[in-house]
């Protein structure tokens, strides 16, 4: 039987290349670079499957390529908002994702931008590199206390969840949430819904942002969302870059209103905004969420498994469309 044609726009961790090559005709990336608008088109004609990452924008111009032999778009990433879906879907063409196995790692991430940002763990650190520290003292570096404050939680899907138990259970902390997208039915034991943004921003000492990048929730957190924030309060983003209005965010933090933010995602990445930079109470990671060796593997597991259902013609674990 031939195999299905696979196309793989970026390098993965060893063992799911070796897997992709075992069960289908791939076509490994051997350069690492992200595909243009030209080459994804390319992908589209010419492979049955496309794995594409969240570097890949699948928008309808790109789908609009002619003739379309793919059948299915196995995204290496639980966001999906690099990919048109309502296009795709015009197209009969099946999007799926990974969830689950990123969730504790993003958890775990979110929790040490929370802990590096008020601690002031990455200030202290590029002194002591750069030969700076001159010793132990009273009042040397001092941060602020993460155990006991209260984080509220922009969202409480898989990786709010995980958070929220982190927070709750290894810190003390008392945990809010809000659902921008409305969906407040399934709570957690000593998790408390807010039922407007506006409620839990007021009240939270640190606000952590994971909601999905969505018409409704791209640019929330503007101008007059984060004056709702609590004078020195702290923002953490591990969602999108774009669910942040960085000319907002920038502003209040010249003008002390935010007492810092945590941050490893950004619009237009890896662009961003370099006004960043100015700020030591601004901790800044290269979108590490899931940069885990067992995760990555995970991930590329489940994309392998999505393609293999499609293709053997059984039910599809992670369809989005
Ligand atoms: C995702 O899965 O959406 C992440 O942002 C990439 O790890």
């Known amino acids: 039987m031939t195999k299905a044609r696979v196309i793989v726009t970026r390098r993965l961790p060893e063992r799911v290349e070796a897997e992709l090559g075992r069960r289908f005709d791939a076509q490994l990336s051997r350069d690492d670079q992200p595909l243009s608008a030209e080459q994804l088109q390319r992908a589209l004609s010419d492979a049955d499957g496309v794995l594409t990452t969240v570097t890949d924008r699948i928008t309808a111009e790109v789908l609009a390529a002619y003739p379309l032999r793919t059948k299915i778009v196995a995204n290496f990433g ?9 296009a795709a879907k015009a197209h009969d063409i099946v999007v799926t994702n990974t969830p689950d196995v990123l969730t504790d790692c993003t958890a775990d991430l979110a929790m040490m931008l929370i802990l590096m940002t008020l601690r002031r763990v ?15 003292r009273p009042t040397h ?14 969202g409480l899907g898989r990786i709010g969840r995980a958070v929220a138990t982190r927070a709750r259970d290894g810190f003390a902390m008392r945990v809010l949430y809000h659902d921008p997208h409305g969906d407040h039915g399934d709570t957690l034991p000593g998790v ?9 921003l007021a009240e939270s000492d640190i606000v952590s942002l994971h909601c999905p990048s969505t018409p409704e929730t791209r640019g929330l957190m503007n101008d007059a969302r984060l004056r709702q924030m609590k004078p020195g309060s702290w923002l953490i983003n591990t969602a999108r870059g774009d669910i942040v209005d960085d000319d907002a965010m920038i502003e209040a933090l010249r003008s002390g209103h935010l007492g810092g933010a945590g941050l490893d995602v950004f619009r237009g990445e890896p662009n961003f905004d370099r006004r960043y930079l100015d700020f ?15 995760t990555r593997e995970a991930m590329g597991m489940r ?4 393609l293999d259902a499609f293709f053997a013609g059984r039910r599809i674990p992670d369809r989005v469309v």
């Open 122 to 136: 990455g200030e202290g650190e590029r002194q002591l590199r750069a030969g700076q520290w001159s010793g132990w």
């Open 78 to 86: 639980v966001g999906y908002d690099n990919i048109d879906v309502a």
């Open 192 to 200: 408390e819904p807010r039922a407007t943004l506006g409620a839990l």
């Open 141 to 154: 570096h001092m941060g602020h206390k993460v155990t006991g404050r209260t984080l509220g939680l922009v």
């Open 303 to 306: 994309a392998v498994e999505n």
């Open 280 to 294: 030591e109470n601004v901790t800044l990671l290269p979108h590490l969420g899931s940069a885990t060796i067992e």
